[in-house]
């Protein structure tokens, strides 16, 4: 009931209770852990073991992954899902997954995602998942993405799509990748 319908006799306790349900929502959050470590998806058709020899060109990537995004002059927030997707763009060179991090806007390490180096096959891909409701990174979270490949190959396409429901209302951004410097 908007507050303007309210006896004005009872609009302070309605304001109050409502101050008090949003404190206790907000402490519940606080409280609640963090979602559980977001799935690295990858078809075992897409990998193959550590090729023989050495791959000499290392790179990383940065992508840029909004969780939650800011409108109406910092009235209402938008929490969106991220699909980070990393594709082997060689036809016939492995393409080396060494490092998957996730952080938040701030650049504290959220996530890490590997253990051991993924290899792909040419033309191969795979996908990091973040659920809509996992706002951990807040505004400018990003992945970066260290792999490797052999010289002369083609360098991974590396993007990030997020994508929101809300109502009836639905909103999806792309967001490509960028190479960044890494030491060699």
């Not at 409502?18 to 402490?27: D, G, I, N």
């Not at 490092?99 to 990091?128: F, H, M, T």
Request: charged share 15%; with cysteine; net charge neutral.
């Amino acid at each position: 009931m908007p507050l303007s319908l309210v006896p004005r006799v009872l609009a302070p306790r309605v304001l109050a209770l409502a101050l008090v349900v949003s404190a206790f929502v907000t402490e519940c959050a606080a409280r609640s852990p963090p979602p559980s470590a977001q799935p690295v998806i990858v078809s075992p058709d897409a990998t193959t073991s550590a090729p023989a020899e050495k791959l000499a060109l290392r790179g990383r990537t940065l992508i840029p992954l909004h969780s939650t995004l800011i409108g109406q002059g910092g009235v209402t927030r938008l929490n969106f899902s991220g699909a980070l997707s990393i594709h082997n763009a060689s036809a016939t060179n492995v393409l080396a997954i060494e490092k998957i991090e996730y952080r938040n806007g701030s650049g504290q390490l959220i996530e890490s995602y590997l253990n051991e180096p993924i290899y792909l096959k040419p033309y191969a891909s795979l996908q990091v998942l973040i659920a809509q409701d996992d706002v951990r990174g807040g505004t400018g979270a990003s992945f970066t993405v260290d792999w490797s490949n052999a010289e002369g190959s083609d360098e991974p396409l590396i993007e990030a799509i997020m994508t929101s429901f809300t109502g009836p209302h639905s909103y999806a951004i792309l967001s490509p990748g960028r190479r960044v410097s890494r030491a060699q």
